[in-house]
C-alpha cells in the first residue's frame, strides 16, 4: 500500500509543508528510519499508537504498514491536509485529531484504547513537557514507548548519578520507566537538518509502581535547583526541622549533593515527604 503513496518530497512540496521552527518541526523522510523506528516501539497488528506532531507523515506511514492502528495529533492545518491521503490509503487505521498536543487529554483521546503505544518524533521545543506528562500516567496510558530526543536531552534521561548530565529528568524518568537507548540519529537525517544530532529513546514502564511523582517533583526540583549545595542546605525547603531523619532513613549523608544520590534513594525521599 505504502508503494502506492506519492514520496513524501512530493507531498511536502504539493501542500507547501515548509517546516516551522516556531513548531519545531524537522522531518523525518526516510521510510527506512521511520521503520527502524517502529520496530524499536515493537508495534504490531494489535496495537493502537499514539503519534505526535506526524507532520507530512512519514513515520506514520511505517506505523501504518505494521497494521497497527494509528491516532496522529497534529496542530499545524497544512500537515492534516497532507495525512488526508494516508487516511484514504490505509481505511479505518487512521485518526487524525487535529489539536495542540500540550491542551489536550491523551486518555480522553486514546479513549478505549489504552494503554497503547506512543511513538513518535516529537518537536523539540514539547518533548520534555510531553514526557513528564506520559511518565506521570503510567501504564494506564501506554504499554511502551519509543520516542525521538535531541541527542542532549536523551543522555540527560539516561545518566546515572555522579554525572554532570544526571538531573530531575533522570531520577523522573527512571523513577517510573526502564528507559534505554535504541539508537543515534544525524542531523543530516531530517529535513531541515537540526543543529544537533538526535536519540531514539524506549521507555517500558517500571516494574514496581511508583505513585509519589508528585512529591518527587517536589524533592528533585529542591535539590537540583541548588546542585551544588550539600542536601542540607538544598532540601531544607521540603522537610524542615525533619531534614535530618529524613535524610538519615533513606541511608543519605546530609554533606552529599544532588548528583550523588540514586533514584532509589530519591523515591524514598519522595515517599517520606508524601507521607
Not at 521552527?21 to 523506528?37: A, E, M, P, Y
Not at 512519514?58 to 491536509?81: K, P
Request: some cysteine.
Amino acid at each position: 500500500m505504502t508503494s502506492e503513496l506519492p514520496p513524501l518530497r512530493e507531498v511536502i512540496e504539493r501542500y507547501d509543508l515548509a517546516a516551522k521552527k516556531s513548531l519545531g518541526q524537522h522531518f523525518l523522510l526516510d521510510l527506512n528510519i521511520t521503520r527502524k523506528v517502529a520496530r524499536a516501539g515493537v508495534v504490531g497488528a494489535d496495537d493502537t499508537v499514539l503519534e505526535i506532531g506526524p507532520g507530512p507523515g512519514g513515520l506514520t506511514r511505517a506505523l501504518l504498514e505494521t497494521g497497527a492502528r494509528v491516532i496522529a495529533i497534529e496542530r499545524d492545518q497544512r500537515c492534516i491536509e497532507a495525512l488526508g491521503g494516508l487516511a484514504g490509503a490505509f481505511p479505518d487505521r487512521l485518526r487524525i485529531v487535529e489539536a495542540d498536543a500540550m491542551k489536550i487529554s491523551d486518555m480522553k483521546v486514546a479513549a478505549g484504547a489504552a494503554p497503547v503505544k506512543i511513538v513518535a518524533n516529537l518537536p523539540y521545543n514539547i518533548s520534555t513537557e510531553l514526557l513528564i506528562r506520559w511518565l506521570k500516567a503510567g501504564p494506564s496510558l501506554w504499554s511502551r514507548m519509543a520516542l525521538m530526543f535531541q541527542k542532549e536531552v536523551a543522555d540527560r534521561i539516561l545518566a546515572r548519578p555522579g554525572s554532570k548530565t544526571y538531573g530531575r529528568l533522570s531520577v523522573i524518568a527512571q523513577a517510573t520507566a526502564s528507559p534505554s537507548r535504541a539508537f543515534d540519529l544525524p542531523a543530516r537525517a531530517f529535513t531541515p537538518p537540526p543543529k544537533v544530532d538526535s536519540t531514539v529513546v524506549l521507555f517500558d514502564p517500571a516494574m514496581d509502581a511508583f505513585a509519589e511523582i508528585e512529591a518527587l517533583e517536589k524533592v528533585t526540583q529542591a535539590a537540583f535547583s541548588q546542585r551544588r549545595k550539600m542536601l542540607r542546605s538544598s532540601l531544607k525547603s521540603v522537610f524542615g526541622a525533619h531534614l535530618a531523619e529524613a535524610l538519615d532513613k533513606a541511608g543519605i549523608l546530609e554533606t552529599v549533593r544532588a548528583e550523588d544520590v540514586s533514584v532509589a534513594q530519591y523515591k524514598m525521599l519522595a515517599a517520606i515527604a508524601a507521607a
